[in-house]
């Protein structure tokens, strides 16, 4: 296992929350004179009120990868922490060591944009029943029913990575569990927003979405490397996101009309919405102007 100085990520975290908040506002001080549409979270369970993060007294020594998330462990969040890391000047390496392919290798949706939402994950094709197993040694940070994710499961492991399964038939692992690479941790399903049975999953690194391509070789089902560099262009995604924007169509706006006020040529707002000029817009659909 790689040892890690507390000094050194407890700074990267705090660079990471400020930044955040400095991106937020710039965020909001550019979409004000628009008409602004909140990026949909495609597989995110954020709109759930009633999160809570636990601080657990003395929680250091017990949870994995304490060095980087301190005592931050939440039984319902998949991302409580807030943090940006589209910017981190410093590489982190992460030990890849014992990677379990959770399932087949068959992807049926990739990381990235979706229209008007982001796909925070990967969709590999699984039949209902069939084993869903970890990725790495870890505890089982989030074993619950979502609206979107259906049942699902979130581990912490002690590289530092955070890996989800969703849409499971049914949860094989209870909270707080300490598992190894290889245990079964549910069973593939369709529960959840999900349109016939598939795994989603997730890799993420202080609740930062990876695209799991980037590190895993999907057709051998192992990693590129042993030690993987996490730098900044893992995370540069999350710089397109915040530059993306929505219209809502009003009454009486077209692509003409819409090209006018977002200064936005029409072939371009066809061409990122893959629809064409004689597309009729629906009110209240949302058109991606950037
Ligand atoms: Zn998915």
Not at 1 to 26: D, G, N, V
Not at 261 to 271: D, L, M, P
């Amino acid at each position: 296992m790689i040892k890690y100085t507390r000094s050194k990520y407890a700074l990267l975290l705090t660079l990471a929350l400020t930044l955040s908040s400095a991106a937020f506002s710039q965020l909001v001080q550019d979409s004000v004179d628009l008409q602004p549409y909140d990026l949909k979270i495609e597989d995110d369970e954020s709109d759930e009120a009633d999160s809570v993060l636990f601080i657990t007294p003395g929680a250091d020594t017990a949870y994995p990868a304490c060095t980087i998330y301190g005592s931050s462990w939440s039984n319902i969040d998949v991302n409580p922490y807030g943090a940006s890391l589209a910017n981190i000047p410093d590489t982190i390496p992460i030990n890849l060591a014992g990677y379990t392919h959770p399932n087949h290798n068959v992807i049926t949706s990739r990381f990235g944009f979706r229209r008007w939402k982001f796909h925070y994950g990967i969709d590999l094709r699984v039949a209902v029943g069939d084993p869903v197993r970890c990725a790495f040694d870890g505890r089982v940070r989030i074993a619950r029913r979502g609206r979107a994710y259906g049942n699902y499961v979130v581990v912490r492991h002690y590289n530092g990575l955070e890996t989800t399964y969703a849409h499971l038939s049914k949860i094989k692992v209870k909270v707080n569990d300490e598992i190894k690479s290889g245990d079964l941790v549910g069973l593939g399903g369709n529960t959840g927003r999900s349109s016939g049975p598939h795994l989603h999953y997730e890799i993420r690194f202080i609740g930062q979405a990876i695209d799991p391509m980037m590190i895993i070789n999907f057709e051998t089902g192992a990693p590129y490397t042993d030690t993987l560099s996490l730098a900044a262009y893992h995370f540069e995604y999350a710089k397109e996101l915040e530059k993306v924007q929505y219209w809502t169509v009003r009454p009486g706006d077209s692509l003409w009309a819409i090209s006018q006020k977002t200064g936005i040529s029409i072939a371009r707002i066809c061409e990122i919405n893959h629809i064409s000029r004689s597309s009729i817009l629906r009110l209240g659909q949302h058109i991606r102007y950037r």
